[in-house]
Structures are given as structure tokens and as C-alpha cells.
């Protein structure tokens, strides 16, 4: 499970986790607002997405299936919105959307690893058709407006770029100052933009909207945790593997890189993923220390955060510290799956009335009520003293007489987070019935961050050493995950499988050994 981490892995990481496994996203961005994009504004609205697909019937298997994928850049969460392809090949759908203007992943089950850019209007439809040759590749799209077929089709192709861009030979930096790494990432961070600086066939607003997203997704993978930069470093340059370094602690100076980002500026409304992504960083980071929300007033909280972040981000008012105090409460809805207390909803009119952020930050509020109320507990179990090959018959053992699903994840597995994000409805509908969800991860996911995740998932946990980890994916032949074991009601194994097949197919499964 521990890889050597190059900056391109730690990136391919943070991407997963920020739009799991869906991409997108200075040296010359262009000035805010984007020229034509129009005046980024925060709403609480709905986007309308309609469509036609049309392709050979050799490729439709059982009716097509659209996925659209939105980033909220407020309440912090990646949401994915489906729609079944009719006989006629039509479509439509609408997602919740937190800006007016919205930057969407769009894909189809004809060829569900392609993925393309939509630009989505929380004030009139948007419209696309696509057409799909023989081999599922797609042959034509029209009908967005304001984007160009290269705009649609390029944009993640660019980012993979990006972050597969050619290293050169990595000097090693884990004994020198924390400056030189600096200077050495931006440095490395420039040469990748010019991949889309470049681009003779990209809009200047596509690009404008790329290179600020993808700065902040290297900025998250690359730079905040400066600690595993550099065992990263050391693992790379260093022959010695067995020797660990002594890496020098940062404090809250080290992060007057956040001022290159000019996070005041409203463009980053426009960002694609990356944005509700590096605020949930910064609000996490241990050596910023921003403390929770909670109950605390907001002014009272804004108060105390700029006290930590003014200087660091090199302005002291500003629409960022509205976001950012709704991200706060984001991360309580998205990251526990906690509704407000009333004192928070207090908290929330108070402050902002009923505008836009609080209209957002109460809509996702009622979506996780809901969900709440069909979620089991949390009950975090240690078998730290059984042994590596009595752990599945000790779990299995508090579950006699039911059925048992046992989920392998990590903290940092974007496809593990999608996949339970998704299955979370589903998962509702076995509240009360003879079914437990169990999940396991490892020391890969640093214990703080885990402790706050399981909060949101409910449910049966472990926290598995390296040992007990690498014996069990050995065992049941698990070379990644999400993989996932699940046993009938006598305790015996009825299917395991890596990545998840999809809440349909999951149910059946589950509703088969019932």
C-alpha cells in the first residue's frame, strides 16, 4: 500500500479524491470574469441538461445511461446526477448547482471512460447531441453554447497532461529548506501550465478556467503536506530505504504560498473540482489549525480564522471568507452527514439572511437530514491483538444471522468515496433489516482524518495495521481498491469483487442472500 510518491502520483491521488477518477479542471491566466463568460455570482439554483444520443444499436446495451458530475463549490462536495437514454435516444435531467455558471464532467454507458466538459447555466437549459460511431468513440457533439467541439473534447485530455508531465531527475530536498522545495514545485508547476497555455485550439476562457484549476489541484497534492513531500523526496532520491528521515517541522509561515492564489478573486466560482477540495484542506490543516465552526457565531469565527489566515493570504475582507465559513459548514454536512443544530441554523440567518449561501447551505441541510435519519452509528471496533487470519471469522461472529457487506477503502481512494457517496441512498433502504456494512482501512489513512470520515459513513469500522492489511488483500487475491467480500447469513462467502459495479447491481446481490 506505501508507494513511492512522486509528484505525479500525489497528484494522481488528489485528483481521484477531488472528482473521483472524472478530471478537469500562473503564469498568464486571463483577467476575471473570464471574457465571455459573464460575472461569476454565487445562486442556489438548478441547472436543466437535455440531450440526444445517437449511436449504432450493436453498441446500446439495455438502454444508456448519462452521468453529469458537478462540483459544489460551496457546501464542498462532488454530486453526480443520472439520466436513462429513452428509445428515441433523448434525455434530460437537472442537477443542483451552486454558481450561476458551472463547469460539469459528462459521460455515457455507451463508452463510460470518455469523459467531456459541459459548461451548465443555472438560468436557461442547456442542450448537447452527441453522436457515437461504431466503436463507441464519439463522432460529433453540438449544441452547447458558447463552447467549441475542441473546448468539449480537450479539456480532460489536457489535464491528464498535465499530470503525467515528464519529470526531470527530482534533486533531493528533504534536508534543505522548506523554501528550496518551494521554489523547485513552482517552478515544476509552470511548465506544466504551458500544456495548456499552449494549446493553439483551446478558447482563451477554457484555458483561463484550466490553469486556475489545476494550480489549485497541485497546489493541494503537492505543497500543503510538506511532511509527506519530503519522505516522498527522501524515498526517490535516497538509496538507503530503510533509514527514515528527520524532516523539518513548518509552521504557519511556511504557507505564505497561499498569497500566489489571490483567493479573493470570484473567479474561482468558475473552478471545475479543485476548489471545494483545497478549502477542505486548509480548513483540516494541523499546522493552521482553523478551528470548527460548530456552534460558534460567524463573525466570532471569522475573527479568530483571519487572525491565522489574513497575512498568509495577504488580504483581510473579502468574499473568500464567506465561502470559506460555508465551507465550514460543509464539512459537517458532507464529510459527518450532521444536520444543523438550530443554534447553527441561527447562526447561518443571522449572518447571511436569506441569501444565496445560506439557501444552499439549507437545501444540502434537508438532503442530509433525510439521510440521517436512516443511518446507523458509528461503532469503530479493535482488533489490534487478534490475529491476521482470525480478523474476517471475528467479524463475521458478531454478525450471526445476517448479512454481511465488508467494504476495503482508504481515505484517500477517490473511488472508494464515489462509490459510497453513491450507495448511500441505497444503503438506507436496509436501515432496520438483517444487513451490516462493514469497512476497512489502513494506516495509509491518516487515523485523524479517518475518525472524521467514519462519521459520515456510519456503520462498522477497523483501523487494520500494514500487516493485517497486506495478509487480507492477499488473501482474497485484491490487487486495488474499492474490493468488497460479502457473505451470507450462515457466514459464508458469496461474491467478492474490485470497484463497485453500481448500486443496481449491489442491491441485487444483497437482496438475493435476504
Same mark, same amino acid.
Given at each position: 500500500?506505501?508507494?513511492?510518491?512522486?509528484?505525479?502520483?500525489?497528484?494522481?491521488?488528489?485528483?481521484?479524491?477531488?472528482?473521483?477518477?472524472?478530471?478537469?479542471?500562473?503564469?498568464?491566466?486571463?483577467?476575471?470574469?473570464?471574457?465571455? %463568460?459573464?460575472?461569476?455570482?454565487? !445562486?442556489? /439554483?438548478? *441547472?436543466?441538461?437535455?440531450?440526444?444520443?445517437?449511436?449504432?444499436?450493436?453498441? =446500446?446495451?439495455? #438502454?444508456?445511461?448519462?452521468?453529469?458530475? !458537478?462540483?459544489?463549490?460551496?457546501? $464542498?462536495?462532488? !454530486?453526480?446526477?443520472?439520466?436513462?437514454?429513452?428509445?428515441?435516444? +433523448?434525455?434530460?435531467?437537472?442537477?443542483?448547482?451552486?454558481?450561476?455558471?458551472?463547469?460539469?464532467?459528462?459521460?455515457?454507458?455507451?463508452?463510460?471512460?470518455?469523459?467531456?466538459?459541459?459548461?451548465?447555466?443555472?438560468?436557461?437549459?442547456?442542450?448537447?447531441?452527441?453522436?457515437?460511431?461504431?466503436? *463507441?468513440?464519439?463522432?460529433?457533439?453540438?449544441?452547447?453554447? #458558447?463552447?467549441?467541439?475542441?473546448?468539449?473534447?480537450?479539456?480532460?485530455?489536457?489535464? $491528464?497532461?498535465?499530470?503525467?508531465?515528464?519529470? =526531470?531527475?527530482?534533486?533531493?530536498?528533504? +534536508?534543505?529548506?522548506? @523554501?528550496?522545495?518551494?521554489?523547485?514545485?513552482?517552478?515544476?508547476?509552470?511548465?506544466?501550465?504551458?500544456?495548456?497555455?499552449?494549446?493553439?485550439?483551446?478558447?482563451?476562457?477554457?484555458?483561463?478556467?484550466?490553469?486556475?484549476?489545476?494550480?489549485?489541484?497541485?497546489?493541494? /497534492?503537492?505543497?500543503?503536506?510538506?511532511?509527506?513531500?519530503?519522505?516522498?523526496?527522501?524515498?526517490?532520491?535516497?538509496?538507503?530505504?530503510?533509514?527514515?528521515? !528527520?524532516?523539518?517541522?513548518?509552521?504557519?509561515?511556511?504557507?505564505?504560498?497561499?498569497?500566489?492564489?489571490?483567493?479573493?478573486?470570484?473567479?474561482?466560482?468558475?473552478?471545475?473540482?479543485?476548489?471545494?477540495?483545497?478549502?477542505?484542506?486548509?480548513?483540516?490543516?494541523?499546522?493552521?489549525?482553523?478551528?470548527?465552526?460548530?456552534?460558534?457565531?460567524?463573525?466570532?469565527? %471569522?475573527? #479568530?480564522?483571519?487572525?491565522?489566515?489574513?497575512?498568509?493570504?495577504?488580504?483581510?475582507?473579502?468574499?473568500?471568507?464567506?465561502?470559506?465559513?460555508?465551507?465550514?459548514? #460543509?464539512?459537517?454536512?458532507?464529510?459527518?452527514?450532521?444536520?444543523?443544530?438550530?443554534?447553527?441554523?441561527?447562526?447561518?440567518?443571522?449572518?447571511? $439572511?436569506?441569501?444565496?449561501?445560506?439557501?444552499?447551505?439549507?437545501?444540502?441541510?434537508?438532503?442530509?437530514?433525510?439521510?440521517?435519519?436512516?443511518?446507523?452509528?458509528?461503532?469503530?471496533?479493535?482488533?489490534?491483538?487478534?490475529?491476521?487470519?482470525?480478523?474476517? @471469522?471475528?467479524?463475521?461472529?458478531?454478525?450471526?444471522?445476517?448479512?454481511?457487506?465488508?467494504?476495503?477503502?482508504?481515505?484517500?481512494?477517490?473511488?472508494?468515496?464515489?462509490?459510497?457517496?453513491?450507495?448511500?441512498?441505497?444503503?438506507?433502504?436496509?436501515?432496520?433489516?438483517?444487513? =451490516?456494512?462493514?469497512? %476497512?482501512?489502513?494506516?495509509?489513512?491518516?487515523?485523524?482524518?479517518?475518525?472524521?470520515?467514519?462519521?459520515?459513513?456510519?456503520?462498522?469500522?477497523?483501523? %487494520?495495521?500494514?500487516?493485517?492489511?497486506?495478509?487480507?488483500?492477499?488473501?482474497?487475491?485484491?490487487?486495488?481498491?474499492?474490493?468488497?467480500?460479502?457473505?451470507?447469513?450462515? /457466514?459464508?462467502?458469496?461474491?467478492?469483487?474490485?470497484?463497485?459495479?453500481?448500486? @443496481?447491481?449491489?442491491?441485487?446481490?444483497?437482496?438475493?442472500?435476504?
Amino acid at each position: 500500500m506505501r508507494n513511492k510518491l512522486t509528484i505525479n502520483k500525489i497528484l494522481k491521488v488528489i485528483f481521484l479524491v477531488v472528482c473521483s477518477a472524472l478530471p478537469f479542471l500562473s503564469c498568464k491566466a486571463p483577467a476575471p470574469p473570464y471574457k465571455g %463568460l459573464g460575472k461569476p455570482m454565487i !445562486v442556489a /439554483g438548478t *441547472a436543466k441538461l437535455t440531450g440526444t444520443i445517437k449511436a449504432p444499436n450493436a453498441i =446500446v446495451k439495455d #438502454g444508456a445511461i448519462v452521468t453529469v458530475a !458537478v462540483s459544489h463549490q460551496i457546501s $464542498g462536495e462532488f !454530486v453526480k446526477y443520472k439520466a436513462v437514454v429513452d428509445q428515441s435516444g +433523448n434525455f434530460s435531467l437537472n442537477a443542483d448547482v451552486e454558481a450561476n455558471l458551472s463547469f460539469g464532467n459528462f459521460s455515457t454507458s455507451l463508452n463510460p471512460g470518455r469523459y467531456i466538459l459541459l459548461k451548465l447555466n443555472s438560468e436557461e437549459a442547456t442542450h448537447i447531441d452527441i453522436t457515437y460511431n461504431s466503436s *463507441a468513440e464519439i463522432e460529433s457533439i453540438t449544441g452547447i453554447p #458558447g463552447m467549441s467541439q475542441h473546448d468539449i473534447l480537450r479539456a480532460t485530455d489536457l489535464i $491528464g497532461r498535465m499530470i503525467e508531465f515528464p519529470q =526531470v531527475k527530482e534533486e533531493p530536498l528533504y +534536508n534543505s529548506k522548506p @523554501e528550496d522545495f518551494l521554489n523547485s514545485a513552482k517552478a515544476n508547476l509552470i511548465e506544466r501550465l504551458a500544456v495548456v497555455e499552449s494549446d493553439s485550439l483551446l478558447s482563451d476562457e477554457l484555458k483561463g478556467v484550466l490553469t486556475d484549476d489545476f494550480r489549485l489541484l497541485f497546489y493541494n /497534492g503537492a505543497l500543503f503536506d510538506y511532511d509527506k513531500a519530503m519522505h516522498a523526496n527522501y524515498s526517490i532520491t535516497n538509496g538507503d530505504k530503510n533509514k527514515k528521515p !528527520v524532516i523539518q517541522k513548518v509552521d504557519r509561515s511556511y504557507y505564505r504560498f497561499l498569497k500566489d492564489l489571490k483567493l479573493n478573486d470570484p473567479k474561482y466560482l468558475y473552478a471545475y473540482g479543485s476548489f471545494w477540495e483545497f478549502q477542505r484542506r486548509l480548513l483540516q490543516n494541523e499546522v493552521l489549525a482553523i478551528p470548527p465552526i460548530a456552534e460558534v457565531d460567524i463573525p466570532t469565527w %471569522l475573527a #479568530g480564522t483571519k487572525e491565522i489566515l489574513a497575512d498568509l493570504l495577504g488580504f483581510n475582507d473579502g468574499l473568500y471568507y464567506d465561502i470559506l465559513a460555508a465551507s465550514a459548514y #460543509g464539512r459537517q454536512l458532507t464529510e459527518e452527514l450532521r444536520p444543523f443544530s438550530e443554534k447553527q441554523k441561527g447562526n447561518i440567518t443571522s449572518y447571511w $439572511g436569506n441569501g444565496a449561501i445560506a439557501k444552499i447551505l439549507f437545501r444540502k441541510n434537508e438532503q442530509v437530514a433525510k439521510l440521517d435519519k436512516l443511518k446507523s452509528p458509528v461503532v469503530i471496533n479493535d482488533v489490534a491483538s487478534i490475529a491476521v487470519d482470525k480478523i474476517i @471469522e471475528t467479524i463475521l461472529s458478531k454478525h450471526k444471522g445476517k448479512v454481511v457487506l465488508v467494504d476495503f477503502w482508504a481515505t484517500w481512494c477517490g473511488p472508494c468515496l464515489d462509490a459510497m457517496q453513491r450507495f448511500r441512498n441505497t444503503k438506507a433502504e436496509y436501515y432496520g433489516k438483517d444487513v =451490516v456494512f462493514v469497512y %476497512l482501512t489502513n494506516r495509509s489513512s491518516p487515523r485523524k482524518l479517518w475518525e472524521e470520515k467514519v462519521k459520515g459513513i456510519g456503520n462498522e469500522h477497523y483501523y %487494520l495495521d500494514d500487516n493485517q492489511w497486506t495478509y487480507l488483500m492477499k488473501q482474497f487475491g485484491f490487487e486495488y481498491i474499492p474490493s468488497y467480500l460479502l457473505y451470507n447469513k450462515n /457466514g459464508v462467502l458469496n461474491n467478492k469483487f474490485t470497484a463497485f459495479p453500481e448500486n @443496481e447491481a449491489v442491491k441485487k446481490m444483497i437482496d438475493g442472500l435476504l
